[in-house]
């Protein structure tokens, strides 16, 4: 220990902060509170953002051009090093802010040191984060896409498949199977909406706040955030850097297209299980049991169910994070990162297994159609029959509620009823009531915009592919 004014306050750290400090930092608060552990995955955010103030710096004329080539130096070289895994992370260097500013003082000197001018961490990190954010963002929406095409692909060949559509988990009205999975594809193109919002809020440069009240250099905040690809800056410096918001609704964004996936992998165990039969997941995306040699266990779906629940989790502990955070910046935001990095790597992985287990999945039409036909799923055609016969709904539906009755005793579909049987319901029963008991006479009837009549899934279909070739 000395109270010498430190010539490298950065390299002497592990002894003390600062020539104010009387006594290092306690081993376990150093452990507590470093953070470079994980935030070194945002050394090439820290670096492009250093690059970019640095640069600006020397425009302004507030280091010289010669400070920003040693920088520049500096900076090319610690990237080889961290590429190569030479790149020594130092715990007493807390985070990744500081690791890189002493690795950049140690090769460079002095212009490493005046890299920090005009700058705080405080407004470094939120910068790192949002510029990390903006290319994980990027490479999301690739994946939705994916996962949407999927999903696509599978429904062209199912247009005419006939499914039972569920209600209640009970048979309701036969429905094609590719409309219910185009049910999935709305639902990830809404998520992929919601992430292109998120994209545009998260896109902005909190850079030149400063610790928290803005600075007194001549900064160009406008060239900084042009130079980074941000289509702006953040307009208060107290909330540059404290503001979370945008990795809280990247986080919604996250668990509502985890509870998407969750609710399609649900259905694929169901699809798959023996008493359905509907589906089959080839051979890769399963795992045997090692007691039941007869297993074979649709073990992704079930994972991908159950990963939603951290990334759920997550949101609940970001937005927890937040709450009651005075301003400015706090160390509480530091929290924000594993969350952060973890939501996104569940999701990522998630969309890629699931998009490519789709692509792996076999349809058993017979056992789909058995299904359908098996709960009565034509009992409204019936009860629409009668009412194009000149019925009220409500009597229509009463008369075919006696038929499904009669029909349930003698354990035969309605379309197995003779004519004379089905007359006894109501009169107005004429022979062509046969088409419409048809499980596909009661898909093509329901041909309203968004139905599920084969003419309309295949347009959905067009639609979807026109807008996902973009
Ligand atoms: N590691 C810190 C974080 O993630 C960087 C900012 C530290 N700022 C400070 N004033 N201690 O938030």
Redesign the pocket.
Known sequence: MSNHPSQDPLANKQQAWSALFTEPMSELVKRYTA?VGF?QRLWRADIAGSLAHATMLAAQGVISAQDMADIRRGMTQITEEIESGRFEWKLEL????LNIEARLTALVGDAGKRLHTGR???D??ATDVRLWLRDEIDKLVALLAEMQRALVALADAHTETVMPGFTHMQVAQPVSFAHHLLAYVEMFARDAERLADVRRRTNRLPLGAA?LAGTSYPLDREAVARALGFDGVCHNSLDAVSDRDFALEFSAFAAIAMVHVSRLAEEIVLWMSQNFGFIDLADRYCTGSSIMPQKRNPDVAELARGKSGRVVGHLMGLITLMKGQPLA?N?D??E??EPLFDTVDTLADTLRIMAEMVGGISVKKDAMERAALRGYATATDLADYLVQKGLAFRDAHEAVAHAVKVALQQGVDLSALPLATLQGFHPAIGEDVYAVLTLRGSLDSRASLGGTAPAQVRAQIARHRARLAG
């Open positions: 953070s935030d807390e985070d990744v802010h705080s961490r405080n470094q990190v610790a910046y160390k935001n530091q924000d990162k």
